[in-house]
């Protein structure tokens, strides 16, 4: 099975504590590149979500958000830090005798350290949404896996497209052969001098041999055999089928160079179009 680099997956986790929603969505790119965005209080999680993406994917630009929203239900009760707050009443008290003001007590609450809510279990949230994370990234695998599906599909049709183009060729080659002798034979006889059979038979191989495509069409077959059986094996193989279309590239323009009929220069063409389609939806496989 092979797996695109495209592909979207979100999952909420919800608990005591409150909501957290992870998003993980990615494109492709080169080698494995990671962004991760997550909230101050969650920001040691991160080696753990590199090491989790590093282990299940191998390429592509992948971007991973966490969205927490806290329960205020779950909050602890308030607690005052009386000694800070003795502090700043008697200190307050000297400003006032000062300056003849009132003491504001809201204003002794907001200073900072003076009210104090209990925190909440970081552990148990950090446990909870790591279980989420890994079940994200299996739904984030799944579209990979089914986008990946729909690419192989495609492939496969544009290589059967591939081998149609080769048996339009192959078909053509023996009257392309006898126009080349009949063109050859016609010039020949249009000279005052005797034709030397030997030497149009000469001629006519070093046509054959120029004009020979044979060769380039069992590659074509080859390449397309090959493709199919990387799609067959599956896992990370975006590097090789890229690979595969440069070599059916070169097999293309080869039989484009040595086109002397329209219906070999009309499938060189078809089959150009065919290796560049297959070609921009690889750049997607991991």
């Not at 800070?84 to 003491?103: E, H, R």
């Not at 200073?111 to 949230?125: I, N, Y």
């Not at 149009?200 to 020979?212: P, R, V």
Request: hydrophobic letters at 40%.
């Amino acid at each position: 099975m092979i797996h695109s680099m495209t592909a979207y997956a979100r999952r909420e986790i919800k608990g005591d504590w409150g909501t957290g929603t992870w998003e993980v969505r990615s494109v492709n790119q080169r080698y494995l590149e990671t962004f991760i965005r997550a909230p101050e209080q969650f920001r040691g999680m991160e080696p753990v979500i590199r090491e989790r993406l590093r282990k299940h994917l191998q390429r592509g630009k992948v971007e991973v958000f966490l969205k927490f929203v806290a329960n205020p239900a779950h909050v602890g009760e308030l607690s005052i830090n009386e000694s800070l707050a003795a502090q700043l009443i008697n200190s307050a008290k000297w400003v006032q005798q000062q300056s003849s003001g009132d003491i504001n007590s809201v204003d002794i609450l907001r200073w900072p350290g003076v009210m104090e809510a209990q925190e909440l279990d970081m552990d148990s949230v950090n446990t909870a949404l790591i279980s989420g994370f890994d079940q994200v990234i299996e739904d984030f695998k799944s579209a990979r896996a089914d986008e990946g599906a729909n690419l192989e599909v495609m492939i496969a049709t544009r290589l059967d497209a591939i081998l149609e183009q080769v048996a339009v060729v192959e078909t053509h080659m023996p009257e392309i052969t006898k126009w080349q002798r009949e063109k050859l034979a016609q010039k020949l006889e249009d000279l005052t001098t005797t034709i030397d059979e030997s030497r149009l038979e000469q001629e006519l191989i070093y046509l054959a041999q120029k004009q020979d495509v044979a060769e380039e069409l069992d590659r074509l077959k080859s390449h397309v055999k090959e493709t199919k059986k990387i799609l067959k094996k599956g896992g990370a193989c975006g590097r090789r089928l890229d690979f595969m279309m440069q070599e059916f590239n070169r097999e293309a323009n080869t039989l484009a160079s040595k086109s002397i009929n329209s219906d070999i220069t009309n499938a060189a063409v078809e089959l150009k179009v065919l290796i560049e389609q297959m070609r921009e939806q690889i750049q997607n496989i991991e």
